[in-house]
């Protein structure tokens, strides 16, 4: 569905990078976004491109994980989208129904979009966001593979290794 | 599904106009007036709200659009509409995937009326589901100015006199053979200014 | 179906309201339980009101069963409903459930797994002894163990790995594009295997469990084996319109069960295993396995088996496993069905009543001929 031949070594990074960040601020949790991004979001200008508002995303599946495509079943979403006083927009979209946080990830968004803003927001609100993402994956991970078992069949005809 | 122009839309979207203030009751408002015009073919419903629609949509067809289309309804445009602000306004608020090929359409939204292609290329229905047809909304200059038809059919008490102006000169021998695919057939949405005029499928026109 | 407008029912209908409210509540000296609570301590069965009432909010599912004082398929019902006040506003991306970020992963095929067997949170290895320690509150803190590494980021899926000489089903995508929703379309048959595995995703989990139950005793010939079932979460993508590229929105917690089951082979085919397959939303093993089983048996006529079997037989089951639609169905009994049963009361009687002149006129005969003797 993608087909952007034109598209450039650059607009390709780009496009990466900004969709790195898409996922780290629909990951966050709504309190540690409004933690880290509520002073940088305050008082910036911006029209709504569109209001907050929560809808289903369906969500699809794989037969065997390779194979037919289905539908599983649908999930919610909060979206928003915003355009700053310079033109830059930006959007956001954060999994469950909190339109605050959907809010406040559009403005992240546009905010990163801007040059000059863009490095103290990755600082500031980005990465610590992944920083604690990250946290709680090894820890899920850790505690996982403390139940990591080696199983040995006993006789019939094979031998443990 | 091949997608009228693959290159996504500019992050400056710095011409983009906001959609409706109150999702839900504007829409709630707008889908009752397409309601009433659906029911009541032949008379000019006025919208309760005007905004500022993206060039060439007038207000009605904007608000007709945001009310009627989403991402699960492939639309296509005529060249005009295609050409303005309108497309990228019509995919951003609506999610509107737009297609090039008018018989798998479920809306075409024509604002260069004189320039439509034939009925008979959009999508007729399914003799099963005849609902699955493709609703037509098209923009006009007048519901008074044109040449004078006459209405009759489900909804109108006796016949109607409609006089839309800005149709090209085939539209109601098209009319005629759309009605004898009858049940399966398209249907039609006229929008002028801020007013909606339906003319669903089973309307007989006499021009 | 006649149904009257009954009068007179309205301040009972409201007093009954107030009536389910209190006792949803219980003893209002005991503490309220808190949604968060319910997602907490009651998370199973928060997962299967997000499967089966096919919405991913844990929240929602918890407020769902809150509000159904713990009724299952009440909570889908109230899930599925406010469901329809939403927008859809995208379709992902098909999840890569082989980049799970694993908590639990086993196959009872395979012992040499790459990446190895983790048993995860699972009531497998317990006892099945009620403990009454936790009937005690204030309870000491429990304390998952931590390893000193964690798993590797991504663990391949067991049958992908180990399936070099081909002796089980590859899963191809032959789709044209275009996949059966049946929250948009109604459903048709013959089904194909996307609209199966939509309806057994959404089916109810002790429907699918017996006929999955049925399969693997002589109504279906089921021979079935774990290759793999997997437990954790995984990125959604979708592509926004405005953004042209995919992006995450969420991690979302899936159970995956990849089930092998009876090979077969004909004259231009060699033999080879086939396959079923499981996914839900949350920690759902039961249910991923069950409907691993009935995917399988469903898949009877495509593979060329004879379809005997109540599992096999696609438009039997696909009817019946909804348990919103069965609940309507089977519970609208209750509801006034005064004129209907009065018609057919009046035509026992009628029939009643012939019966009797009918009875009457043979005995009379009896009777005379009895006389003539």
């Known amino acids: 569905m993608m087909a952007f031949k034109t598209e450039t070594d650059a607009e390709q990074r780009a496009t990466s990078r900004r969709a790195d960040w898409f996922g780290i601020l629909s990951r966050s949790h709504a309190g540690e976004l409004d933690a880290l991004a509520a002073d940088a979001a305050d008082g910036v200008a911006f029209e709504w491109l569109r209001r907050p508002h929560v809808g289903l995303v369906m969500v699809r599946g794989r037969a065997g994980g390779t194979g037919q495509v289905f539908n599983l079943g649908e999930m919610t979403v909060a979206r928003a989208s915003v355009r700053l006083a310079d033109g830059t927009v930006g959007h956001g979209y954060v999994q469950s129904r909190d339109k605050r946080q959907a809010e406040l990830a559009a403005i992240v968004d546009a905010l990163l979009l801007q040059e000059h803003r863009h490095d103290e927001i990755m600082a500031k609100v980005i990465e610590p966001l992944r920083q604690k993402e990250q946290t709680r994956r090894i820890e899920k991970s850790r505690k996982a593979a403390s139940t990591k078992v080696e199983f040995f069949t006993m006789v019939r005809g094979e031998n443990p290794a | 599904m091949t997608l009228q122009s693959p290159t996504p839309m500019s992050s400056d979207g710095a011409a983009l106009k906001p959609g409706f203030a109150d999702p839900v009751f504007d829409a709630q408002a707008v889908f009752r007036a397409a309601l009433v015009a659906i029911a009541y073919p032949g008379r000019a419903i006025p919208l309760d709200r005007t905004f500022a629609a993206p060039r060439p949509l007038s207000s009605a067809t904007a608000a007709l659009c945001l009310t009627l289309m989403d991402f699960e309804t492939p639309a296509w445009l005529d060249r005009q509409t295609a050409s303005g602000e309108a497309s990228a306004w019509l995919r951003f608020h609506c999610g509107l995937p737009l297609i090039d090929d008018t018989s798998t359409a479920r809306f075409a939204v024509g604002t260069d009326a004189l320039n439509l292609p034939h009925l008979l290329e959009f999508h007729p229905g399914e003799i099963e589901y005849p609902d699955r047809s493709t609703t037509l909304v098209i923009q006009v200059k007048s519901f008074t100015d044109g040449p004078v038809t006459t209405w009759t059919g489900p909804g109108i008490k006796g016949s109607a006199t409609i006089a839309i102006d800005g149709l090209p000169f085939w539209f109601w021998s098209d009319w005629d053979l759309n009605s004898e695919l009858y049940p399966r057939g398209v249907d039609v949405i006229f929008t002028c200014g801020n007013a909606l005029m339906g003319l669903p499928r089973t309307i007989k026109v006499e021009a | 179906m006649a149904y009257v407008a009954v009068k007179g029912g309205e301040q009972a209908i409201l007093n009954t309201h107030k009536l389910i409210s209190e006792t949803r509540r219980g003893n209002p000296d005991l503490a309220e339980l808190s949604l968060a609570q319910i997602s907490e301590q009651f998370g199973l069965a928060v997962d299967r009101v997000m499967t089966e009432g096919s919405v991913y909010d844990r929240e929602l599912a918890a407020l769902a069963l809150k509000q159904a004082q713990g009724d299952a398929i009440e ?299």
């Open chain 3, 75 to 373: 909570a889908i019902f109230l899930l599925r409903a406010y469901r329809t006040t939403l927008p859809r506003v995208a379709v992902s991306e098909p999840i890569d459930t082989s980049k799970m970020a694993i908590r639990r992963r086993i196959s009872a095929t395979f012992k040499d797994i790459p990446g190895g067997q983790v048993l995860g949170p699972t009531y497998d290895y317990t006892h099945r002894l009620l403990d009454f320690a936790l009937a005690a509150e204030g309870l000491e803190r429990p304390q998952a163990e931590l390893a000193a590494e964690p798993l590797d980021e991504t663990v391949p899926r067991v049958i992908d790995l180990l399936n070099s000489e081909g002796l089980i089903e590859e899963e191809i995508d032959e789709n044209d594009g275009e996949v059966f929703d049946l929250t948009r379309e109604p459903t048709t048959f013959p089904a194909r295997r996307d609209q199966r595995l939509q309806n057994l995703a959404r089916g109810d989990e002790g429907f699918v469990l017996g006929l999955a139950y049925s399969t693997t005793r002589g109504y279906g010939g089921a021979h079935p084996f774990v290759g793999e079932l997997r437990l954790g979460e995984v990125a959604v993508e979708i592509v926004p319109e405005e953004l042209g590229f995919p992006i995450t929105i969420a991690d979302v917690t899936v159970t995956e069960c990849q089930m092998i089951n009876q090979f077969r082979g004909s004259a231009d085919k060699p033999p080879q295993f086939t396959r079923g397959y499981g996914l839900t939303f949350g920690h759902n093993e039961r249910k991923a396995m069950a409907m691993s089983l009935v995917d399988r048996a469903m898949r009877a006529r495509e593979l060329g088996e004879d379809v005997r079997y109540p599992a096999q037989d696609a438009e039997f089951v696909l009817s019946h496993t909804d348990n919103v639609e069965g609940n309507g169905f089977v519970t609208h009994f209750k509801l006034p069905h005064y004129v209907d049963f009065q018609a057919e009361l009046q035509l026992v009687r009628q029939l009643r009543a012939e019966h009797e002149e009918r009875r009457r006129k043979a005995t009379g005969s009896e009777q005379a001929k009895e006389a003539a003797e």
